[in-house]
């Protein structure tokens, strides 16, 4: 029998919505919200009402955009937890309506499990055991899947997740939110080793990136407005270069320590050129098999969220309709 799943996300900032008929994505649905950038952060209530406008004709596209009907679903997936308790209200409930209306089960799936879990989705896919990098605006782990529904964090942040050590240090330097991809594009015209900036020494698997920021604006407070305008792009490449060497550090022990040896990546920093290139040649040197998603399945996506919801169906993890959203990671 054929299973086709409506997945819906709405943890932060992004309306999204997805079709997936038997593992294979049939369309991929994203409102992204351009209200928060003048407040240079996301602002909870505002998602919230974003979420509100933008689900019912998110849904329809995707339902359309998959060429099915609303009577071909056999469930409805949707973000339970980690994110902002509004969003996360938004997507639940519609999520249990749709599933009431039609008759169908439901399924909570978690934000981060998603993440890893698009790796999944292209034709070029990695095989149980593999490892995974997700980083991003919120999360900075290394994850060991052994199967698609077992999976162990096994290095996670203690203070700062890697899109919050670009953004802050983005601001640092003047740069609007999201810093992230600007640093990114500076960089590629600076040289990486023209500053040398604080990495930690955290035990274990896990990161740190606090010091790097605290490094930073150090460094920073003792220099003119001008010099940092005029040595902008060797300081974006020198803080990429610390923080995506403070990743690949980790990874190398991840995989020393597991002897797991097909690595991916997840998450929006893994948009990273720098991390991206850094990843691909430590890879080819390491003998490691590298995968790493396209780009649209690496930020906040639906799909992600209806190939978990596709795994979890065939084991029946479904939830009922009196299921509540949460906002922290364990529920
Ligand atoms: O996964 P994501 O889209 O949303 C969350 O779940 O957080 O990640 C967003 C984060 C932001 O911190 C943003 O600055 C960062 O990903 N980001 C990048 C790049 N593109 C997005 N950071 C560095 N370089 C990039 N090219
Ligand atoms: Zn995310």
Redesign the pocket.
Known sequence: MSVTILAIES??D?TAAAVCKDGMILSNIIASQSVHEKYGGVVPELASRAHMQNIVPVVDQAIKNAGITLTDLNAIAFTRAPGLIGSLLVGTQFAKSLSLSLGVPLIGVH?MQA?VLANLIPDEKPSFPFLCLT?????TQIVLAKSALELEVIGETIDD????A??KT?KLLGLP?????L???YAQLGDPLKFKFAEPQIPELNFSFSGLKTSVLYFLQKQTPEFILENRNDLCASI?YT?VQILLKKLVKAVNQTNVKQVCI??????????RTGLISLGQKKGWQVFIPDFSF???NAAMIAITGYYKYLSNQFVPLSVNPSARAEW
């Open positions: 943890s932060c992004e934000h993440h980083v991003s605006g919120g999360h997740a890697a899109g919050e670009f953004d983005a939110y999201p810093g992230g991809p640093i990114d594009q990429q923080i997840a998450g929006g920093v893994s948009a990273n050129s720098g991390l690496c930020t906040d």
